[in-house]
């Protein structure tokens, strides 16, 4: 069986690797520790298809070290003591470079198998994960790594790996390729910065193109077919789907409709119909809050149709609770206030309540002060009186502060009035 196309593909040197510029381009850290030759234990962290195994499969060829690939997913600590095995043969002569995909899979026992022999410099490590190192690499491992962080490749670079694809092809099958700048935009935009996706997608589109046996025609219909939805990168219990969810919520915050709806769309096109429900109504809660508390009923309602409904019915209600909670006016002052509450309460500071406001007691012969001594608000001009309510220790305690915002003012003036009139 022939190797997928991306395996064929790896590039022979610095320059032929696409993306990560910020990491390898002329200048920049990583390059020169990989030019130097002397390579430290290393992680490489970012999304899958853009090039953290193409670097480390190139790193071993520079440094004349023997490549050994394991995958978190499936390796075992037999595994690991058979590569370390070959340390002292005429194979690990140069030392050993280990290749360790989805480290985060990797448990502690199997991490600290490793340890020994990557502190001694026998075998040089480098892990890969696509999820944050810090919560899920061991911190042994972490302290004697350097991390790199690789981002998705943006389309004008992965064009570039495109047509050196189809050159490649073109070569291999003795055939000439016809195919649009368009198509190659398309399936630059369709692999969502993972270019191992695009040279599946080159691959496909040439096996589909019209024309004989020495010449193909690359269509845009076959394209577009071959690259749908690939652009989605989504994974429910990855950093992705955190960040799409805190991006989603932060737009809204922000009072941008277009992002919010942005981030909307990619949680629908990805069936996280729960995650984008759940996120809407907090934002309704904490971010407009009391400077349009009405909100909060319509975008309960606008859920409620959403979940009844189901996709992709539920864009719809879904929407229009978005473009209100981001072009709504804000104020999280109830939101503050309750976290000013809790962390009182965290810290100790309660204290028994207020006798006038407790349940009613039985009050004992030996009790000189008897009565609740409660005073009835709606007794009083304007349902007002003032009386304590917090306990004695955080009596002039104040947690909640009215916004700026028309509503909250209005009633802000309301209470200052009939507080004043109070006095009098």
């Known amino acids: 069986m022939n190797k997928p ?3 064929r593909f790896r590039p022979q040197t610095l320059d032929d690797i696409v993306g990560q510029t910020h990491l390898i381009a002329e200048g920049k850290p990583l390059r020169k520790i990989i030019e130097s030759g002397q390579i430290p234990n290393l992680i490489f ?3 899958s298809g853009v090039g953290k195994t193409t670097l480390a499969s190139y790193i071993a060829n520079k440094t004349k070290k023997t490549l050994k690939k394991l995958n978190g997913t499936t390796a075992s600590t037999a595994d690991i003591k058979a590569i370390v ?6 194979s690990g002569i140069n030392g050993i470079l280990l290749y360790l995909d989805e480290i985060q899979y990797f448990n502690k026992k199997q991490q600290q198998t490793l340890l020994e022999y990557i502190e001694n410099g026998r075998i040089t490590l480098i892990a890969s994960t696509t999820e944050n190192p810090y919560f899920y690499v061991y911190n042994a491992i972490l302290s004697r790594s350097t991390v790199f962080e690789f981002k998705s490749v943006p389309p004008e670079e992965t064009a570039k790996a495109v047509r050196r694809a189809v050159s490649l092809l073109e070569e291999e099958q003795g ?3 016809e195919i649009s700048d368009s198509c190659v935009r398309k399936i ?3 692999c969502g910065g993972d270019v191992r996706k695009a040279m599946n997608a080159v691959e496909l589109s040439v096996l589909a193109a019209d024309g004989d046996g020495t010449h193909r025609i690359v269509t845009e219909e076959a394209v577009e077919q071959l690259v749908q939805k690939s652009a989605m990168r989504y994974d429910r219990d990855g950093d992705e789907h955190y960040d799409i969810l805190s991006a989603y919520q932060k737009s809204m915050r922000g009072s941008d409709p277009d992002a919010a709806l942005h981030y909307l769309g990619r949680l629908l096109e990805a069936g996280d119909l729960p995650g984008a429900c759940r996120r809407l109504m907090v934002c309704a809660c904490e971010d407009v809050g009391l400077a349009y508390p009405q909100i909060i009923p319509i975008v309960k309602s606008c859920v409620d149709i959403a979940q009844a409904v189901g996709l992709p019915e539920a864009r719809i209600p879904l929407a229009d609770a978005v473009v209100m909670v981001c072009t709504a006016p804000k104020s999280n002052s109830a939101y503050k206030a309750i976290d000013k509450a809790l ?3 965290r810290r100790g500071n309660v204290g028994p309540v207020p006798r006038q406001l407790q349940n009613m007691h039985y009050d004992g012969e030996d009790n000189p002060d008897k009565g609740q001594h409660y005073l009835y608000p709606h007794d009083y001009p ?3 009186i003032p009386q304590q309510y917090l306990p004695d220790e ?3 305690r104040v947690y909640y502060n009215f916004g700026d915002n028309k509503n909250e003012q209005a009633f802000k003036a309301y209470w200052d009035k009939i507080k004043e009139n109070s006095k009098n």
Not at 85 to 90: E, I, K, R, V
């Open 175 to 177: 055939i000439t390729v």
């Open 382 to 384: 304007n349902h007002y």
């Open 85 to 90: 095995a070959q340390l002292d043969t005429f």
């Open 45 to 47: 962290y970012g999304p």
């Open 394 to 396: 955080i009596r002039d």
């Open 188 to 190: 630059a935009l369709g």
């Open 5 to 7: 196309l991306a395996d």
């Open 343 to 345: 962390s009182d309460i």
